[in-house]
């Protein structure tokens, strides 16, 4: 397609999804860390130096596609986030007696050092 300047008009996919998981295009880098990475003020060249495989060009497309399909992206990134604690506390219950000793090891290392306590994770 040309424009009256005589330039061509691109268009290109920066974003992908397999097996129900948005990803930058022929990468593994999911869309979820460039757009938290976006909504936290991280700024496109910080993306890009903190995913050295993505181009400057790739994370502002793939700003441009959560933009653009804002009220989908972030229904999917809550369902995502929803999926994770079920999947988390899952996994805390079935190791109930390891998460006890992290918990109490997080104790006494705050006790020592005289930091206020990590929130469990």
């Known amino acids: 397609m040309q424009s009256t300047t005589g330039l061509r ?3 290109k996919d920066y974003v992908t999804q397999v097996n129900g998981t948005y990803r930058i295009t022929g990468t593994r880098v999911s869309l979820d ?4 990475a976006f909504l936290n003020g991280v700024s496109p060249e910080s993306i890009v130096d903190s995913f050295p495989i993505l181009t400057l ?3 502002y497309g793939a ?3 959560y933009l653009a399909n ?3 992206i972030d229904a999917y990134l809550r369902q995502e986030e929803a999926e994770f604690a079920a999947l ?3 996994l805390r219950a079935q190791n109930l007696l390891l ?3 992290l918990a109490a090891f997080r104790h006494q290392k705050q006790t020592i050092s ?3 306590e990590p929130t469990p994770s």
């Open 9 to 11: 008009r691109m268009s």
């Open 33 to 36: 860390s460039v757009v938290y």
């Open 57 to 59: 060009e790739q994370v």
């Open 63 to 65: 700003i441009a596609y």
């Open 70 to 72: 804002q009220p989908a």
């Open 88 to 90: 988390s506390q899952r």
């Open 99 to 101: 998460h006890q000793k």
């Open 114 to 116: 005289g930091g206020p």
